[in-house]
Structures are given as C-alpha cells and as structure tokens.
C-alpha cells in the first residue's frame, strides 16, 4: 500500500436524522435469568438497538481494527449529519483514538425522534467530508517539507464512508453527484491554499442501513467510476449482525487485511480446572503475513477455510506450546500487528494476555504430508501483538565458510571479554523527543561518536596490550574516553597514574603476555617503558579534546620514568658531529625517532624514583635534572626494535618469552642488563675515561 | 539470491558463425565459452551463490541442480547437446517449479537466459505464447511473473540489429516486461566472436554478480568485508521515493542491543559479511585464475593470522548474546550478530532492517536511541536487570485495555451478568460494581444505547427488591442509587450523561 493511498484518510459520514432512532428489530435479550432465580420473577423485555446505535458501534469496531492494526498514519475522521454537520474529531494523531470518539459520539448522544425531518440530510455531513480530505494531514505536511522541490509526490485521496438510511437509487445518485460537484469546488479551492491539499482519488462506500424485516429501497452496487476523481459502491446491509460483517469485511478490503484462526489454544477451564479444552482464535493483520501462501498458490493446502456467508477466508495456523528459554533471534521477514476480530470474547483475552505478559507462541502450518512446518510466531513487543512470518525455506546462505577460516581467523587471543564489555557500554537506549534538543546533534550521532572516543586505541588482541590487562589502569581507562572530564575525574586519573610510579618502583610485574613464549621476557624496565609508553599512546588520543585530558597526559609525561638509554642517546647526540663512521645512519634514525624521542625526553623529566613527581609535572620544559647519572642497565633496548619505535610485534615476542624466562630464577645481573648477550665488564672504567663503550647495543670492541 | 542459468539447446543454436580466417563455430560454442567465463568468475568472486543449469527446447530438463560446484556446472556446458525447437514457455514452466522446490516462493532468484533470439516457430513458440496472453483460462496461466522476485537476463548470442530484424527483440522486451521488469537485455555488441561475447558477459557479471565489498566501521575499528549476496537497492514508497535506496560501503555500527531487546525483527534480506584482506585483488574477470589459486593458500593463510575486527565483533556478539545495530544509509539501518548453523560453524551476518526512520516500533526511532553514559542513571541497571525496551507506544491498543464490544449479544450479556453477579455481593462488591456499571454506562453513551441504561436501571430495582432479609442495608440504597444515576444518564441530560462522569458509589458510612 502507498503511503498516500486512499487508505490515509478516511471520512465516516454517519446518518444522525430523525429516522436513524428507529429500531432495527433485532433483539438482545440481557436478562438472562439462571434457574434457581427463574421461580416469580419476570423478566426483562429484551433491548433492542436503533439503527444509530447500530451504526455507531460497527464504525467504532472498524476503527478499533484499524487502529489496533495502524496505530499511525491512518486516520480517521468522524462526522455527523442531521440538520447541521458535527465534526468530531480531526487529523491530527492525538485525535486518533477510540476512546476520543466514543466521547465525542456520546457528547451527540442518539438522534432526536422528534427533529424536523425535513431540515436534516446526509448531505452536510458529505459535503464536510470533502473539504476535510482537502485539509492536509501532518504526514502530508511532514513529507511535503521533506521533499521540497518534489512536494508534488504527496498525493492526497480518500476515503468517504457512509452510514446512511438513503430513499431510493435516485436518492443514492443525487448524493454521488453531490459529493462530484463538492470536490470540483474544493479543488478550485485548495488550488490557492497552502493548507488545503486538492483530492485527486476520492472513494465513496455508501452503506444503506434498513431495520430487519424490511425490504430494501437501495440495491447493492459494485465499484463504479463516477468521474477520475471519484469511485463509489453501494452496500445495501440489514442493520445488527449483518452490518458488522459488513463493516469487518470492508475494513480487511480497504486496508488489505487477511485473517488467521489460531486453533488449538489450550484453555483451562473454571469449572474444571484440571482439564483444558482447546479453543480457536481468530486474528486480523497485514494480508502480506500470508504472502507465501498466496504466491505458492496452496492457501487450501494451508487450512484455509471458508466462512458459512461464503465472504471471507481465514488460515488456520496450530499453536504450538512455548518453550520457556526463548532468546533466540529468529529469520522473520515480517511481523505485522494483529487484531482479534471478537475482542472481548474469553479466548481471544486470553490469547492476548498471554502474550502480553511476555511469552511467545510458534505457530504451525498445518500440512498433509505431515511434516511439522513453523511458519509464523506471535510475540508482543511493548503491549503491542505482533505475527512474525518465520523463514521455513531452504537458505541461500547455508554451508558458508566458518568465521575462523576466513581473515583473522587463526588469531586466538582476541580481546573477545574486553570487548563485550566495550559493547555494553555502547548499548543504545531511546532518547525521548522531549528531551532532544533539536538544535544538538542527535542521539545517534552521539552514540557513533561515542564509539569513535572509545576506539581511538583499543588493541585488538591480549598479546598486543599490556595496560588493558592490568587491572591498576581501569579507572583511567574508563575515563579518559568521556567526551568531558571532571576535576574529580581528572584527580582519578593522575591517582591511577602514581598507582603505576608506585608499582614501578616497588618492582611489581606487570602481565606481559607469555602465551607460549620460550626463552627469557623483556625486563622488568623494558616492561614498564612499554607500559608507559602504550598509556601515553591512549591518554594521547584524548589529549585534544578538553583542557583536563590534556593534564592528565601531562601528568603521565611528568611521572613516567625516563628511560636513561635516552640520556645516552642525547649525550651521543651531542657528540655526534665529532663522531665519522655511523653519524649518516643514525641521524636518519634519528629523525625517525624524534616524535618518540621528544616524548620519551618530556619523559625523561622525572627519574622514576623521584619522589617529588607530582611537583614538577605541570612544567615539562623544566630543564632536565643533568646532575644524575645516566643508568646503563637500561641499555638493552635492540637496533631493529629502536628503529621501528616503542612496540613492535618483534619486541612484544621477544619481551614475552624474556618475561616468561626471568620468572623462573633470580637473573644474574650481567645477564639481566646484557645486550645480545653480550655484557661488557669493567664498564665503570671506560665511563669515567669518557669513552662510549655502547653503539646501539653493540659493545665495542 | 540463486541462480537459474537456462541455456537454449535448440537446432538454431548450432548456426555457424563465420569468423575470419579460423575454424568455425556455433553459436552455442559462443554461449558456452560465455557462460564458462561466468562460472569462472562466481567460482573465484562469487562462490557461495547457488546456481543451476537447464537446458531447453521444445522440452526443458535439468542438467546441474543448485549448487556451489562450479566444476560440475561447466562439466555440464561441454556436455551439451543439441535438440529441436526452441520452446521459451515450457523452459520457464520449468524454471518455476525448479525454484520453487527448492527456494519457496519468497526468495528472490536470477535467471540468466542464453539464447540466440530465434525464438521458436508456431505453437510454443514466444511469439505465439504472448500473442494468446489474455485468452487463457486460469489453469493454462503464462510463467511470468514468477511468484518468487525475479531478475532476468536474456543474453542474445546475437546482436541487436539482428534482433531488431524480426520482432525477437520486442518479444525479448515483453518477455522481461512480464517478469517484473528487472533485469536486463544484453547483446552483443558488434560481429558474433568470442571477443565481442566475452564482452557480453563482462557485462552481465557487473551488472549482476560484482561481489559488494564494503568496510564495516565501529568508530576508529575497521575491517574490509564482502556482503553477500549483495544488497539490492530498495524501492519503499514508488510515488513518494522512486529512487531506490543503495546500501552505503561504509557500513557504521552506532552501538548494540541485546537479543531479547531486538527480539526477532523483521528483516528484507540477510547476509553474511566476510572479512576479506585489503590489498587482494578482487575482480579479475576469470582472466588467469588458475595462477591464482594455486598462491591464495599463502595469501589467505597470512590474512587469517593477522587480526581482523570482524572476528573480534563476532566473537563478542557471540558470547554476549547481542547485536550490534549499523547504519547503512540514511535513515537505512540493520543489525550484525553471530549467526551459527547446524554444524556448529559460525558467521557474522548482517540483516538488513526496512529503510525508514522506525522500522521496529519497539525500539522507538533509531536516530533517537543514544548512548547510555547520557542517561541520568543506567537504563539497563547496575546488575543489567532492567532495559530500556521494548518502548510502549503512547495508546494502547484495544486487547491491552478493557474496551467494550457489544456487536455479538453475547458480549452485551456478559457485561450485564458481572454488573448483576456483583450487584448480589453488595456492598462487599462495591468498587467493582461501580467499576463495570461505569464501564456500561460509558458504552451505552456513546452507542447512543439509552434504552439499554433504562433496562439496566430496571434490572437494579429488580435485584432491589429481590435483596433476601440479611442482606446488608448498604446493598439496596447502592442498587437504588446506581439505578436513579442511570435513569439520569439515560435523559440525556447534559448534566448527567457526560461521558466522562463516573457514577460514585453512595455515601452510606456516616461515621467518619
């Protein structure tokens, strides 16, 4: 269906003459009397409802189907016709509702029997109705705005419905004609307004109301072209009974609905509450719920049936009884909601109660060959009903490759915990419209920057990280992704980082992965600079962003120990003129390194014992404290590994099995501080002769 | 979306084609080196597309079932042979049923149709079958349109000159008229030799087998992945949006939702997304595959060991029973989660959600769902006890509330048997009497059903006068009350029938 087929709007016209308060002969006996009572007491005459009520209460089940089925964007509009015309509601969404009507319609209250007949006419009500399908709705608006320059797709039809008692077949065609000559005038109209849209498809749907026993005065017609603008058909409908099915029959037309019958539903019963009997349910919803049936061509293979008046088709689907462990995504490729045709019936409340509280039912196609197929499942979403039409076909997409055969499939340390909890943290939840301010960015363009902020360094795989497996860095983490700080969180943070200097200080071990590492894991040195460096990586991300996430990488370039090859390396920096043989390559290097080296000299601010940290954190172009004396242990740090900067893979490896190794024994110092395995002895000599003894980690010989 | 590959084995297929200074062929030679160069091209770029082959003359028959062996399917191709006439309407009788033995009706499918634009003669023939069109009965019913969607390619061995020439063409055209309307005719462009052809089918596998490579992002996390099958564009509303919408190649996650939160969505479509290594080069036409192959083990061995996001988000889906929500467009969404089959191999799979802002009503619209740090406190709670969905729409519908229907009798007794069954239980009963009784009374209201609130009123007296000896004295001035209130309404009397007035229960406990 189109989203401005006639089915947007619809007008009910409702007779509200003289005539309507006849009585439409049907009788409803509701003083039904049991036995014990029956002895003396008279009962009361049966009631009978005029042909109004009648009327009103088959529009108002039109509505309700509709409604229940189309909570938005079909809309209803609701006139009354006597000596005047009475519009009860408008198009507006907040007037879209049941209960809004059954006030408006009890504010009319039934027709006055003693109102000149002579002043009364549908005809005011028909003529209102076209002008309200001139009246745009705010979908119309809605849509119209959004298309700008092709506002010209909005089309605007509709559909009038009309409850009426009507004289004749002439009587029927001087309203027809009416209601053509009504629209020319409209359009010309709304040609020269901005409100008013010009009707370019209306339908009429007369129903002719006549009381039991009579006969009628209107015969029935078929859909007929009164002019391109205009369709109409006449119903000619006994009131009661027949107008309901009437009206049921017409709501599932205009709004392409189709029917199921829910059958076997087991139900307790009062009386006898260990037994249950089975009860069937009829449901109206979209017909596409159906579509496979229809294209198969085997509706009769899947139990359709059809009703004694020979009208209507429902498909009879068996319930299946629930499992209880039902988080399951299944392959639905529709869900459309549901309306019980007989609302108030026992079965049908109790159908819909057990659904609302929760629970899901699968739904089996009834087959000859007798194979169980589930084609659909009915399951509530927010006190809404909904039939999921499920997958039972072959897949197209069966037998594919497993995701561990495919990129990045052999890999097994991947991060799969961390990220979950990454995912809960980036769950979604609505934003009401209220609270949105329309000038800021919306909700979702803020989750999607959420998640930018928390993936600017988010390793993929354990062996690639160390922070994010040590537990001391978590508040910091957790921080420094937020889009603003606090003072509070910004202490947090530099707390956290101290934590760390402690730790470093204290010798702790940090969890370098070890994974199937042999040989000796980097050294408890080597591991915090890798430490400190990976942390200054992430804090640096988020530096940009506010004035506090900057301190807090200030505070880790003040904290951070320096490591002291690099006071080596600047020492033979400034040497380097002097020096012949290596000077080209190291300069290269140099200029490789220098975004790093800068870091690691803001770094190198601080020795990692000193106390007195914090005080000078907020002043790295403080000049370096040259009094203390470079620590040559340090000196480990490999060619390769130094040219391709802080982490590599070949450093992780490598730092994994040296860790994995010096866990096992106490490390002879030589060995510890070794360079390739090679320690130089006596270096304290060539030191204070001023040589340097280390070229890149190559004693020299 | 499987494919129907259905090849013309008439006699007309074997006409030479005259090529310069070289040995001779068949048109249907053409074909086959056309169609290998498909199955070539789906075997390395396509491969997890089911396909078929048919062949057909004046009967059809079935050479390769759907499936994924390529080899098998060209097997076939160099095992043709030739037959009579050429009979389009019995092929797609065929094709039909085959499809739909195997697919159902809902899953859409591509018919590649090869033929050489002789389109038979006389009874059977295409010209004839459209001709008689409209002057079938229903059990004689032309194939088209397939009741699965369709997407047709006719490849002509022939070219459009040729075509044009007789009426082939325009009986080709009405042909894919018929079947929907998508797809497309091809020709080859130029004189009939293997160049012009291959060109032809170059054409095709563009046009309708591309693998779609897109890169799937979750903020500054990346992967380069192949959706497949590829998404179709998607037409929703024909009048108002005619254009039909693409999926993007940059597909966004713009956060996760739990499983029972999203709770089995209606989806258009679904695919699998397959982290695919940047610099592979992809499309290669079926030019020099067989090298390939025999490097890609390295090739794809390397991939599988460096790390790739799509794993790492498959596996946290997976173990966190969730779905990540992607952005495919603008106001275009899906969801990614892990999706395992029977064999207990598992997969990223992507479905594809209705374009429009709300396409599941329970989750509100997407571009209003925000991340949960802006919450004032956790939607979902500290434990993840609670959650924000599903989101309640603003009215509830009909079987949520206790409306009042009163179209079958039935209906209008049962209500009148609780006000009468409470009546006798007064004044224990007293809130639930005046409950339904104003439930009644609303609905007779606006029914314009005044004669039943007079009945009513009547039916109270009765019970009144009916009360037994010990009754409580509260119970007959409440039935009297609510009768006389009834009695008002049923006037008319602005006063009293307003609807939203409620009868309250008399006031008899003087003590407080």
Not at chain 1, 9 to 27: A, L, N
Not at chain 1, 131 to 159: P, S, W
Not at chain 1, 333 to 355: E, H, Q
Not at chain 1, 565 to 581: I, L, P, S, T, V
Request: glycine share 4%; proline share 6%; aromatic share 6%.
């Amino acid at each position: 269906m189109k989203m401005f087929s006639v089915a947007h709007k619809t007008v009910f016209v409702v007779d509200h003459c003289p005539y309507m308060s006849e009585s439409s002969r049907q009788q409803v006996e509701c003083d039904v009397l049991t036995k014990s009572r029956a002895q003396g007491v008279i009962p009361l005459a049966p009631v009978s409802k005029s042909l109004w009520t009648c009327a009103v209460e088959c529009s108002m089940e039109y509505c309700r189907i509709l409604y229940d089925i189309y909570p938005k964007d079909k809309l209803v509009n609701y006139v009354v016709s006597d000596s005047e015309f009475h519009i009860l509601n408008s198009w507006r969404r907040e007037n879209q509702s049941t209960h809004e009507l059954m006030a408006a319609l009890a504010a009319v209250g039934p027709p006055n029997p003693r109102e000149d007949p002579e002043c009364c006419s549908i005809l005011h009500g028909l003529v209102a109705a076209v002008e309200l399908l001139c009246k745009i709705t705010e979908l119309q608006h809605e849509k119209r705005t959004a298309l700008m320059d092709t506002a010209e797709r909005v089309a605007n039809r509709g559909r009038i419905i009309c409850l009426t008692n009507a004289k004749s077949d002439t009587h029927v065609r001087m309203l027809e004609d009416c209601i053509q000559e009504t629209i020319l005038e409209q359009n010309k109209l709304a040609a020269c307004s901005d409100r008013l849209m010009a009707i370019q498809q209306c339908e009429l749907v007369l129903v002719h109301i006549y009381p039991q026993g009579e006969d009628t005065l209107v015969s029935d017609r078929l859909k007929k072209e009164i002019s391109p603008l205009l369709t109409s058909e006449v119903h000619s409908v006994r009131a009661g009974r027949h107008l309901a099915s009437k009206l049921n029959i017409l709501v599932q037309q205009h709004f392409d609905l189709a029917s199921t019958t829910i059958t076997n539903i087991p139900m307790k019963e009062e009386q006898h509450a260990n037994t249950s009997a089975n009860y069937d349910v009829e449901l109206l919803h979209h017909r596409d719920a159906h579509l496979e049936f229809f294209k198969s061509g085997d509706l009769h293979m899947a139990g359709t049936s059809t009703r004694e008046n020979g009208l209507k088709e429902t498909i009879t689907l068996k319930w299946c009884t629930p499992r209880t462990n039902s988080i399951e995504l299944h392959y639905c490729t529709g869900a459309y909601r549901i309306s019980p045709t007989d609302v108030n019936s026992r079965p049908s409340s109790c159908l819909t109660n057990f659904l609302l509280n929760g629970r899901s039912v699968l739904l089996e196609q009834p087959r000859k060959s007798g194979s169980k197929v589930i084609s659909h499942m009915l399951s509530s979403h927010g006190g809404e009903i909904f039939l999921h039409v499920l997958n039972s076909n072959r897949s197209t997409l069966e037998d594919p490759p497993s995701i561990s055969e495919g990129c990045g499939g052999r890999v097994t340390d991947y991060r799969i915990t961390d990220f979950g909890e990454f995912m809960r943290e980036n769950r979604l939840t609505p934003v009401s419209e209220s609270s949105h301010n329309p000038a800021g960015k919306l909700p979702v363009e803020r989750a999607k920057a959420q998640l930018e902020r928390h993936t600017r360094y988010w390793p993929m795989i354990i062996s690639q990280t160390t922070i994010f497996n040590m537990q001391a860095v978590v508040p910091l983490a957790n921080l420094i992704v937020k889009e603003t700080l606090t003072e509070e969180d910004v202490l947090t943070c530099q707390k956290t980082i101290y934590n760390l200097v402690d730790m470093e200080r204290k010798n702790d071990p940090l969890p370098i992965s070890t994974v199937g590492s042999r040989g000796k894991g980097p050294k408890r040195d080597e591991q915090y600079r890798i430490m400190w460096n990976e942390l200054e990586t992430l804090v640096k991300t988020h530096a940009g962003a506010t004035d506090r996430h900057q301190r807090v990488l200030e505070c880790i370039v003040a904290c951070r120990s320096k490591p002291p090859e690099e006071e080596e390396r600047k020492k033979r920096g400034r040497k380097r003129e002097e020096r012949e043989d290596r000077s080209e390559k190291n300069v290269s290097k140099e200029t490789e390194d220098k975004s790093w080296a800068e870091s690691e000299r803001l770094k190198g601010l601080l020795e990692k014992e000193n106390p007195e940290s914090e005080v000078i954190k907020d002043s790295p172009d403080s000049p370096e404290p040259l009094n203390k004396k470079p620590r040559l242990i340090a000196e480990e740090v490999q060619p390769a590994e130094r040219a391709k900067g802080p982490v590599t893979l070949l450093s992780m490896w490598t730092n994994r099995i040296t860790a994995a190794n010096s866990r096992k024994h106490q490390e002879f110092f030589g060995r510890a501080t070794s360079v390739n395995s090679k320690f130089e002895l006596y270096q304290h000599l060539k030191e204070e002769n001023g040589m340097d003894v280390h070229e890149n980690g190559k004693a020299s010989r | 979306m499987p494919t129907v590959v259905l090849m013309d084995v008439s006699l007309s297929m074997t006409r030479p084609v005259s090529l310069d200074g070289s040995e001779e062929f068949q048109r249907k030679n053409l074909a086959v080196h056309g169609l290998n160069m498909l199955f070539e091209h789906m075997a390395s770029n396509y491969r997890l597309e089911f396909t078929a082959l048919m062949a057909f003359s004046s009967l059809w028959e079935l050479l390769v079932p759907f499936n994924r062996d390529y080899n098998a399917l060209q097997d076939a191709l160099s095992n043709l042979e030739d037959y009579d006439k050429t009979c389009i309407e019995s092929a797609l009788h065929g094709v039909s049923n085959v499809v739909q033995q195997e697919w159902g009706s809902a899953c859409p499918c591509q018919v590649v149709l090869v033929t050489d634009g002789s389109l038979g003669i006389g009874k059977g023939s295409l010209r004839h079958s459209l001709q008689n069109l409209k002057q079938r009965g229903d059990d004689k019913k032309f194939p088209l349109p397939f009741p699965f969607p369709t997407k047709m390619y006719i490849m002509c061995i022939a070219n459009a000159e040729e075509l044009q020439m007789t009426d082939a063409m325009e009986n080709l055209e009405e042909l894919l008229r018929l079947s929907g309307g998508d797809g497309q005719i091809f020709t080859v462009d130029g004189p009939l030799c293997m160049k012009t052809v291959q060109a032809m089918f170059g054409s095709l596998i563009d046009y309708a087998y591309s693998p779609f490579h897109a890169v799937l992002h979750c903020g500054n996390l990346s992967s380069d992945v192949q959706v497949f099958p590829r998404p179709e564009p998607v037409v929703m509303d024909e009048e108002v949006e005619p254009i039909p919408r693409t999926v993007n190649t940059d597909l966004e996650i713009v956060g996760f939702i739990e499983i029972a939160d999203i709770s089995s969505p209606p989806v258009i479509s679904r695919h699998l997304v397959l982290p695919i290594a940047v610099n592979k080069d992809v499309d290669e036409v079926g030019t020099g595959t067989t090298d390939e192959l025999e490097e890609e083990p390295s090739a794809s061995q390397m991939a599988g060991k460096s790390p790739n996001f799509c794993v790492l988000l498959h596996g946290s889906l997976k173990v966190e029973g969730m779905v990540a929500l992607v952005q495919l467009g603008p106001e275009w969404y899906g969801m990614l989660y892990s999706q395992a089959d029977s064999k207990k191999k598992s997969n990223l799979m992507m479905s594809l959600f209705e374009p429009g802002s709300e396409p599941l009503p329970w989750l509100g619209k997407i571009s209003h769902l925000g991340p949960i740090s802006e919450a004032a406190e956790n939607p979902y709670g500290e434990d993840d006890s609670k959650s924000p969905f599903p989101v309640q729409p603003q009215v509830k519908r009909s079987y949520a509330q206790n409306v009042t229907v009163w179209i079958k009798a039935s209906g209008l007794q049962t209500d009148v048997q609780k006000i009468l069954r409470n009546a006798r239980k007064l004044p224990d009963k007293t809130q639930t009497f005046y409950k339904e009784l104003n439930r009644l009374r609303k609905a007779a209201l606006a029914f314009g059903f005044w004669e039943l609130l007079k009945g009513v009123a009547e039916l109270l007296e009765r019970e009144c006068t009916l009360l037994p000896d010990s009754a409580h004295p509260d119970a007959a001035f409440q039935l009297s009350h609510a009768a006389h209130q009834l009695k008002l309404a049923s006037s008319g009397d602005s006063q009293y029938a307003a609807f939203e007035h409620n009868i309250q229960p008399m006031h008899t406990d003087f003590s407080s």
